[in-house]
């Protein structure tokens, strides 16, 4: 019997995927006055933008009144400032900036829902440097870029007793393929990195040679990524905050119990990407979704409040700011 090519019968599914999503997404709606909405997101296209993908290829926006636009990022300053800017549009940050844009900033910008809740942040060495643990990075040198993975490690390398050993080197572009080079040249031994990106193990002329540990596993619990509202949406139209949350905790449930369906919708926004290498970093960001009471979308005072004293004592808040005008569960 004819066996069809496996690359065929994944272009062949990721096709109809398409045309039943959006056939699906019309007939739900059958509305002419869906509400436009903007979701600005923090960064380029990875594991953060999966659920809203999902979301919108399921009909789960257009349920709720809601024409949804994804919109990826350039950063997390460039999305704060386009969210703080547009009072009618969402917007994904993480809880450590969102923080720094309250009290350093004064943006008028509120969490509404968590989206991945527990720590993501990590580092990549290299083996052959004699590093195994958090311990043996003394004397070391950590490249990395000023974005919410340094925040973190700054934080990490604090809570280890680590700061005064271990050398931050901040690269001028701030960019993950900097690091990457630098890493790949062995021009550094570890750099700060994300749990869902394997990029530097799969790229290196020696796999085997790369480590990784995660800051969560050695106790830095940290809430890491939410979705944003702007605080006059808040005030001015609290039943379209309401919907958009209940679409996208409907989404962010249904991608976990189906993460090969969220993984196609992603890749169908997204087709440059290959579904395979999207498929497994979805799959490692999986268990980062739940809180530490292990609630998906909700919340906890507990969470922020550890953050926001873990920013103060390495210098990342400029300011004390009351964390509970930075969060809302009111809508869930």
């Not at 809601?66 to 386009?82: F, M, Q, R, V």
């Not at 020696?206 to 619990?221: L, R």
Request: hydrophobic share 40%; with cysteine.
């Amino acid at each position: 019997m004819y066996k069809f090519p496996s690359a065929l019968l994944l272009t062949l599914s990721l096709t109809l995927f398409a045309m039943f999503s959006v056939g699906a997404g019309t007939s739900s709606a059958g509305k002419t006055d869906l509400q436009k909405i903007n979701i600005w997101m923090n960064w380029h296209p990875n594991p953060y933008h999966v659920p809203f993908c999902l979301g919108k290829a399921k009909g789960f926006y257009e349920e709720e009144g809601i024409d949804l636009k994804i919109i990826p990022g350039k950063g997390e300053a460039i999305t704060a400032s386009l969210a703080s800017s547009n009072a009618n549009d969402f917007s994904v940050l993480s809880a450590s900036y969102l923080l720094k844009a309250k009290a350093n900033q004064k943006m008028p910008l509120t969490a509404v829902l968590g989206i991945y809740q527990r720590n993501m942040m990590g580092i990549y060495y290299r083996k052959s440097a004699g590093i195994s643990k958090p311990s043996d990075l003394v004397g070391k040198k950590i490249f990395t870029g000023r974005a919410t993975k340094a925040e973190y490690m700054v934080i990490f390398l604090k809570q280890m007793n680590l700061s005064d050993k271990v050398k931050v080197v901040y690269t001028a572009t701030g960019s993950m393929q900097t690091d990457m080079q630098l890493f790949l040249t062995r021009q550094a031994d570890v750099v700060a990195g994300l749990c869902f990106n394997d990029l530097y193990r799969k790229q290196s002329p020696n796999p085997d040679d790369v480590g990784t540990f995660f800051f969560d596993d050695y106790g830095s619990k940290l809430i890491n990524i939410v979705l944003v509202a702007h605080d006059k949406m808040i005030l001015r139209d609290p039943e379209l905050v309401k919907r958009f949350v209940r679409a996208s905790n409907k989404s962010l449930k249904y991608a976990m119990g189906h993460p090969d369906e969220a993984t196609k919708a992603f890749i169908v926004r997204y087709p440059d990407l290959k579904y395979e290498d999207e498929r497994e970093y979805f799959g490692k960001a999986l268990p980062y979704i739940p809180s530490y009471d292990n609630k998906v979308g909700s919340m906890s005072w507990r969470d922020w409040d550890k953050l926001k004293k873990a920013l103060l004592e390495t210098g990342g808040l400029e300011a004390d700011v009351n964390v509970d005008k930075c969060y809302t569960n009111k809508f869930q």
